[in-house]
């Protein structure tokens, strides 16, 4: 629920809302994963994916310490990170005002850089390559960061109109 000034619901001092949009989207698209895990998908784990990382390569067994030290990675990261590395993805989009489109072209960004960077880092791969059903692997991957996009996007944004382009007081596109 927007305040009356305008500002976004999360937060009433402007410069915490990206970090606490951040964290709260990757939380949620975290809860996401593990849902669809145990419905029977196979899913990206960002605690082993990070994990991996911090252990060599070596994927962590569940609820070990890497593990745990994994999934605080990938908070961190989507909290602090992504979430300046955020506003400049979306001041490029400037014109685009649409939260969808915004928010799923953040979370492109995101999944590519997870994708052609960190997978291959922890030993997965380049697009998840090395690990069993990767097509899957990779799609439910670009699903899950384009919701995390989006909800960055809308908890982070007043949402301020529906458009897809800004308009200036005349109705021209600016």
């Given amino acids: 629920m927007a305040t009356d000034e305008g500002r976004s619901f999360i937060s009433h001092n402007r410069?915490?809302?990206?970090?606490?949009?951040?964290?709260f989207a990757a939380v949620i698209m975290t809860l996401l994963a593990h849902f669809?895990?145990?419905l029977g998908f196979q899913v990206p784990s960002f605690e082993t994916l990070y994990g991996s990382i911090w252990n060599d390569r070596v994927p962590p067994e569940s609820f070990s310490r890497l593990w745990w030290l994994g999934l605080v990675t990938h908070l961190v990261l989507a909290t602090y990170v992504y979430s300046t590395?955020?506003?400049?993805?979306?001041?490029f989009l400037g014109r685009v005002r649409s939260y969808w489109v915004r928010g799923i072209a953040l979370g492109s960004v995101?999944?590519?850089?997870?994708?052609?960077?960190?997978?291959p880092i922890a030993g997965e791969g380049f697009f998840s390559s090395q690990l069993p059903q990767a097509a899957s692997l990779v799609i439910l991957s670009f699903v899950l960061w384009s919701i995390y996009g989006v909800l960055y996007e809308r908890l982070n944004r007043d949402g301020e109109g529906e458009g897809l382009l800004v308009r200036d007081?005349?109705?021209?596109?600016?």
């Fill in 15 to 23: 410069s915490e809302t990206p970090y606490m949009a951040g964290f």
């Fill in 36 to 38: 669809l895990g145990w």
């Fill in 85 to 91: 590395v955020s506003e400049y993805v979306l001041e």
């Fill in 110 to 119: 995101f999944w590519l850089f997870q994708e052609m960077i960190l997978r």
């Fill in 169 to 174: 007081e005349h109705g021209q596109a600016a």
